[in-house]
């Protein structure tokens, strides 16, 4: 079965700084990948997904992630962070069986200070 | 754009009282899903829906039952409401890539605003 984990459960960043959220998944085959972020009192927005090809995908709002088949890794990009983009980050990985569902990752909350 | 709604942003129910959570897809999606929200947790799933009256139990279904008698529609029951029972809902839906479970449900899926729920 495959799983998924957030390391950093919550990470503050400077207003204009990078940032890069990590993102494990544990699966034997090329998975499916995605990242949600959740504004406070909302629901899940995708922000982007790998399915296959050029395993640096590009998203909304700026963020782009890097699959990295080698570390089992799907890490969350953008070179200069808004304090807009202060919210609750979600990786998910889907598992190219039938019957399965997404399996979500405890999240990552960023905090931006000005 | 796709659009998940969801009946109710806030509900507050009594122990023991039975609690209908309804979700409405207007994508025509094949796949609907319900989970619940907790700091720390994540999202954990409930159940899913493949198809119309078709369900799978997913990782926390126990004290929950769902219905769907309509493809744009998923409901989820709590038979007899327990205070550890409160949450955030979050219901979403997916499109299949072929007919069938036997495509799975793995496709991208999109998400309702919530329903927070205490029981008192």
């Known amino acids: 079965a495959q799983s998924v984990t957030q390391p950093d459960i919550h990470i503050t960043v400077s207003e204009g700084a990078s940032l890069e959220l990590r993102c494990n998944y544990s699966?034997?085959?090329?998975?499916?990948l995605f990242w949600y972020v959740q504004s406070p009192g909302q629901g899940l927005q995708l922000l982007l997904k790998?399915?296959?090809?050029?395993?640096l995908v590009q998203g909304i709002k700026g963020f782009e992630a890097e699959f990295k088949r080698s570390q089992s890794s799907f890490n969350l990009r953008k070179p200069s962070v808004h304090w807009s983009d202060a919210a609750e980050y979600f990786c998910?990985?889907?598992?190219?069986?039938?019957?399965?569902?997404?399996?979500f990752g405890k999240g990552t909350t960023l905090s931006v200070s000005s | 754009d796709v659009k998940v709604t969801q009946s109710s942003r806030y509900l507050v129910k009594r122990t023991g009282e039975k609690v209908f959570l309804e979700c409405v897809q207007d994508?025509?999606?094949?796949?609907m899903f319900w989970y619940r929200q907790d700091p720390g947790l994540g999202l954990r799933l409930i159940y899913f829906?493949?198809?119309?009256?078709m369900k799978e139990k997913g990782d926390i279904p126990e004290g929950y039952s769902v219905s769907r008698e309509k493809k744009e529609r998923f409901s989820l029951i709590l038979e007899s409401a327990s205070t550890n029972q409160t949450s955030m809902y979050l219901c979403?839906?997916?499109?299949?890539w072929g007919a069938g479970v036997s495509y799975g449900a793995y496709n991208e899926q999109f998400f309702g605003p919530g329903t927070r729920l205490t029981v008192l």
């Open positions: 979403a839906s997916s499109p299949s």
């Open positions: 699966y034997g085959a090329t998975p499916y």
């Open positions: 790998y399915f296959s090809g050029d395993t």
């Open positions: 998910a990985v889907g598992a190219r069986q039938a019957g399965t569902a997404l399996i």
């Open positions: 994508m025509d999606h094949e796949n």
């Open positions: 829906s493949y198809d119309v009256k």
